[in-house]
């Protein structure tokens, strides 16, 4: 945000009144007065008649601001304002906005000075380092006008909010014309006519300005490029108080600042924010306000991920080596498994204690994308959000969150990514069968969901029978028929999870790896059916047998297993029978009581009496359900051991692999979702489609097919897809961590989004009572640089077709369940049914097509998302060049459709949007680079560049 000029404090110390200067040692300072969690001060800049050195010269002008904080009494380089072509009152579409946090008071002055730009190639709106009262170098392309300066206090208490200011000459002899500098307070128009659009002599359009009331609506707005990192160690020198995002809300979409604030800024911080001023087509304002903001999810989410990755390779460890005595061959291949598997592990351990180091940004910077402990982090994730308030329409947000693609970096792409690398290791894997036993990808997914049942409902069955045991002892019968009813629910569900015959095939495939082994075929087979049979008909505990285990040296009985298992429901029925029986007979002794109360003995003598005729029952059960545990954890355990042992150690790296990009997806993911959620709490239609559908989410990749970015590309696809087994349940936060909870395995993972109280109460019961919601991402690619050029005129763009035909279907499918589940008139965005037919159409007419560089495909995927109360994101190697174009264009192509802007403004809004550096530039590059760099410009779409006035090849 700010870069400190290199001299000396006297020349700060002109600017400064001698009673500052006298005191410098504790000057007395005084706040800005200012609408809580308001930006501090926001003003706009227009120049009047100013003189050129040359008659017939017509000015290219800019003006920079810069700002002498009283306490440190040093000339800071702030912003400036976008360059005004061809006119000597320029009016500047770019305003100066100072967030919450900003450090400025009644006493900060303010430095403006204004430059003609002679050469935009070599300098186009970047701040050169040179001292503010010497004119630069002839080879700087600009010339020094003039300035002058202001306080603080002068603007806030000026009696019409604006300042009329000479600008003179560096040496102050010479008046080279006026700047008027106007308070602004985004929000609502004063009483009285809108702003008009005017015309000068010259027919250039200029706009005049009106003052604004406060705004009342509360917003999250999004970015304009501006050194993040900067703005935090100013903000961290500065100041301490909170970076407020979201302003308070009366209008029927929002919430109040003081609800919605704490719980978006724990996942939220270092806002930028930049100001504008465009005209509408019936020559009226509207202003916008550009915020951008990184988010501690970029290290909050990887981390609580990796934990969670080593808790599940320490329990398969863990349950590999209670597999029990295998055969040589066998035992071997678990010895070989088990070490590879503790070196990752130790990997993991190792990353997460790094990153538990990592101090400073919030976000990771492209230049550390080849890191190896913060290949788990997301590129550049941030929010942007652009807030428009119109004089005559609604105001309106729009997010999209940037990131760079999930893409595992420091593994390289040389054998390309994981699209390729899975299915090679898949058909590799086939033919080692001599090797270990071959089981498909469906069957160690079930055998990990199995692992999951078992180590999820063991613990719930077991509680809820101490539960039957505790309302038995104190003869509670309403309590008794409540825990047997969630007793039945949980068992059931525990038996039929091993209802597969992969089970009874792993059984027996373990058998064979014992030191020895006879097979024995049974006499008469048993199905499914008749098992069910057994569980209704028996209902006695002594018909129950206990089963020895898996025999080593015996001959195996392949019923066995078929006995065990269903030896649980058995039990079950034992305990439900043994339940009705003591509730009927209690029913009866009441009948015969009358109304006769039984006395307190009497109750204990009857507590105890269900108790003991409860408690070797569910010892029993107990007791089953263990021998059933163990059998099932061997042999899925087993069935794991397959899996890995067949591919090491290219299975482990694949593992890898596919961690770090879904790592880099979820965080990207849960920010998103977060964000949404908060923006949509007043909207029941998006709330009822929350938890009826689903979430749409739709990414925007802009990578070419050609060399490495395919690489990254089909990782990113692979990553994106792997988000399908995510889902979210909003809880009631029970303290001030408002942070997402993270739990779950690799095959499935529950997000939990923590509100404050005030705010959970809004949501629909079905979402407060844990209701899952289900997530439904889409990618969308289109190549759009200069590579994307080689790659279709020699190249391959095959992984790009597929990849969006694929989505197509998926995007499809969630359109198709949205209309079946909801009705039309259910969200504001779907009141036509008939455009969204028409659009997904035109989108699969555009895939089909298969035209170069089809920017239409992401128009169309975007506008589709948006009417669907979708969440996008815009991806690129890096989010900055690529996605920076994207991003601007989708907010000015938003603008003059929605919103009405002038049709010739469109070009002039873009530059504006487009002119500051990157938001992770070193300062350096800040001076030395526009929003896009100049040699990624060539290649890309016309409609994709910047200006034509801003594309200078170097």
């Not at 915020?291 to 590999?320: G, W, Y």
């Not at 390729?420 to 058909?427: A, D, N, R």
């Not at 525990?494 to 095939?505: E, G, I, N, P, T």
């Not at 989004?753 to 997530?775: C, D, H, T, W, Y």
Request: charged share 25%; glycine share 4%.
């Amino acid at each position: 945000m700010e870069i400190k000029e290199e001299r000396a404090s006297d020349e700060a110390q002109q600017f400064l009144p001698s009673s500052q200067i006298d005191s410098l040692g504790e000057p007395q300072l005084t706040s800005i007065q200012r609408i809580a969690n308001e930006p501090k001060l926001e003003f706009s800049l227009a120049c009047k008649d100013l003189v050129a050195a040359t008659r017939d010269r017509k000015l290219n002008t800019f003006i920079q601001v810069s700002v002498v904080h009283p306490a440190e009494h040093v000339l800071t380089r702030y912003s400036s304002t976008e360059i005004v072509e061809g006119t000597r009152d320029p009016l500047f579409l770019t305003g100066v906005t100072f967030p919450p946090e900003y450090p400025i008071y009644e006493e900060t002055k303010i430095k403006l000075t204004v430059y003609d730009v002679k050469d935009k190639s070599q300098d186009t709106v970047h701040t050169t380092v040179l001292p503010d009262h010497k004119e630069p170098r002839t080879d700087v392309g600009r010339s020094f006008l003039g300035f002058t300066t202001f306080t603080v206090g002068d603007l806030v208490k000026s009696k019409e909010q604006q300042l009329t200011l000479t600008l003179r000459t560096s040496d102050g002899g010479k008046t080279v014309g006026t700047i008027e500098v106007n308070l602004v307070n985004m929000g609502e128009l004063e009483d009285g006519e809108p702003g008009h659009v005017t015309t000068d002599s010259q027919d250039q359009k200029l706009l005049c300005f009106l003052p604004l009331k406060s705004c009342k609506r509360g917003f999250l707005s999004a970015a304009s490029a501006h050194n993040t990192e900067n703005l935090e160690r100013m903000a961290d020198r500065k100041a301490k108080e909170e970076c407020a995002l979201v302003r308070e809300c009366t209008a029927s979409e929002g919430i109040s600042g003081k609800d919605n604030l704490p719980s978006l800024n724990a996942v939220l911080k270092n806002p930028i924010c930049k100001l504008y001023r465009f005209p509408t087509s019936d020559n009226k304002w509207m202003r916008i306000r550009e915020q951008m903001a990184e988010t501690i999810l970029s290290f909050h989410v990887p981390k609580e991920l990796i934990n969670l990755h080593i808790k599940e390779d320490m329990r398969r460890n863990q349950e590999l080596k209670d597999l029990g005595e295998l055969a040589p061959h066998w035992d071997n291949m678990r010895k070989s498994v088990i070490a590879h598997c503790d070196q990752m592990l130790s990997m993991y351990q190792d990353t997460l204690a790094e990153l538990g180091k990592h101090t400073g940004s919030s976000f990771k910077s492209s230049c550390s994308k080849g890191e190896k402990t913060l290949e788990f982090i997301p590129i550049n994730l941030h929010l942007q959000r652009m807030h428009v308030h119109s004089p005559l329409l609604k105001d309106a947000l729009y997010d999209v969150i940037t990131v760079g693609a999930p893409a595992a970096h420091f593994q390289g792409f040389k054998n390309g990514g994981l699209r390729k690398l899975l299915s090679k290791f898949e058909t590799e894997r086939r033919n080692t069968g001599y090797q270990c036993i071959y089981y498909s990808p469906e069957n160690t997914a079930k055998a990990k969901e199995v692992l999951s049942n078992i180590n999820h409902l063991q613990p719930l069955i077991s509680s809820h029978a101490d539960l039957l045991l505790n309302s038995a002892s104190q003869h509670s019968p309403d309590s008794l028929k409540n825990s047997l009813k969630m007793l039945s629910e949980k068992t059931e569900l525990f038996v039929h999870a091993f209802k597969d015959q992969l089970v009874r095939s792993a059984l027996l495939a373990l058998y064979t790896a014992r030191p020895g082994c006879v097979l024995k075929k049974p006499a008469v087979p048993r199905n499914s059916a008749e098992e069910g049979d057994d569980l209704k008909h028996q209902d006695h505990p002594s018909q129950v047998k206990r089963q020895d285990s898996i025999p080593h040296h015996s001959e195996y009985d392949e019923e066995e297993w078929d006995r065990v298992w269903a030896n649980v429901g058995k039990s079950l029925n034992c305990v439900i029978a043994m339940v009705d029986k003591l509730l009927e007979k209690d029913n009866s002794g009441n009948t015969k009581e009358g109304e006769t109360d039984p006395s307190t003995a009497d109750c204990k003598h009857a507590g105890s009496d269900w108790y003991e005729q409860l408690y070797p029952l569910v010892i029993t059960l107990k007791d089953c359900m263990g021998e059933v545990v163990t059998r099932a954890k061997q042999s899925m355990a087993f069935v794991l051991l397959q899996e890995l042992a067949c591919g090491l150690p290219q299975c482990l790296m694949l593992t890898l692999r596919r961690d770090i990009v879904f790592s880099q997806a979820l965080a990207g993911l849960v920010c998103g979702f977060i964000i949404k959620l908060h923006t949509g709490l007043h909207d029941q239609g998006f709330l009822q489609q929350l938890h009826t559908v689903g979430l749409l989410v739709q990414y925007e990749g802009l990578l070419s097919t050609y060399s490495e970015e395919a690489g990254m590309l089909e990782d990113m696809a692979v990553g994106i897809s792997d988000l399908q087994k995510v889902m979210f349940k909003v809880i009631e936060a029970k303290s001030e961590d408002f942070l997402p909870i993270i739990t779950g395995r690799r095959e499935h993972y529950v997000i939990e989004v923590q509100l404050p109280a005030k705010m959970f109460e809004l949501l629909p019961q079905e979402i407060k009572e844990g209701k899952l919601l289900r997530m439904y991402p889409v990618l969308f690619n289109v190549g759009i640089n200069e590579q994307q050029t080689l790659a279709d005129r020699f190249g391959d763009t095959t992984l790009q077709e597929n990849i969006n035909q694929e989505n197509l279907q998926l995007l499809k499918e969630y359109y198709n369940l949205f209309t079946e589940k909801m009705p039309p008139d259910c969200l504001p965005h779907f009141q036509e049914q008939n455009d969204l037919k028409g659009l997904l159409e035109s989108l699969h007419q555009s895939i089909q097509a298969k035209k170069r560089k089809n920017v239409e495909i992401m128009w169309l995927a975007a506008t589709i998302c948006r009417k669907l109360n979708g969440v996008r994101f815009t991806c690129c190697k890096s989010a900055k060049d690529r996605t920076s174009m994207s991003v601007t264009l989708e907010q000015c192509s938003i603008l003059r459709d929605e919103h009405q802007l002038h049709k010739d403004f469109f070009i002039r809004a873009l530059d504006c949007m487009r002119r500051m550096p990157h938001r992770e530039c070193t300062e350096e590059c800040q001076m030395q680079k526009v929003c896009i760099q100049h040699d990624t410009a060539d290649g890309f779409p016309k409609v994709l560049q910047t200006s034509r006035r801003d594309i200078w090849k170097k």
